[in-house]
């Protein structure tokens, strides 16, 4: 992982160690230059997951930047003594550099989620960010990565969005980021969230850091991703005790 930012790192996993605003600015001045960027998003679902999996930990632990993306993260890094500064999740940063990018522009590609969803995208997008030139809307739902990789290198977009949830989309990520020089994201959920196909937590629930609580009131199958949270932390304080 290369990275200007201080990290913290959780169960092997270097979270940078900054707020959304800074590392959005680092991000915009990256793609302003074209320089190859891959971003993860990780939540404590995704950090068992690497914990558990040495091959998937070894190839995120090779991305530019890993944001804190759960508030189980930023507990993780109070038990450990090293307290980050904010929680910086992909959907706020997706919307940013959306924003940022019709501003300015800007190119981007959206592969992943289920085509009802990228059907949705296809009319919303366009009159919500009618400067951003959208030179790729696909769904998940591919049999041939090289079908979609040959489309991306072909349309050189500034930015990938990948919403094919871990581990698949980070394993697309790593493999084919060098095709273009630009930023590679991968954001889970959001397209639902950007189609309005899934409703995020109000605001209060937000500031107070219960989204999670609310995304599980609306949709109980959470629970069982939930429940890896207890171990995880379990697992944390152990960190702690053998970093003393």
Known sequence: M???FPTVTVLAIPFVNTTAATLLSHLQNRIDQHQNTFVVTANPEIVMYAH???DYRRLIQRADYITPDGVGILDGAKILGQPLAERITGFDTLQALLSWGNAHHKSAYFVGAKPEVIDFLRDILPDRYPDLD???LRDGYFQNDQDVVADIEAQQPDMVFAALG???QERFIANYRHVTHGLWMGVGGSFDVLAGTV????????KHHLEWF?????DPK???????IPHYLKLVRQ????QK
């Open 239 to 242: 960190q702690a005790k053998q």
């Open 134 to 136: 959208i030179v790729g």
């Open 199 to 206: 409703v995020r937590a109000p605001a209060f629930w937000q």
């Open 214 to 218: 609310y995304r599980t009131v609306k």
């Open 166 to 168: 871990f581990p698949k």
């Open 222 to 228: 959470r629970l069982k991703r939930i429940a890896v």
């Open 52 to 54: 558990q999996h040495a």
């Open 2 to 4: 290369q990275t200007t």
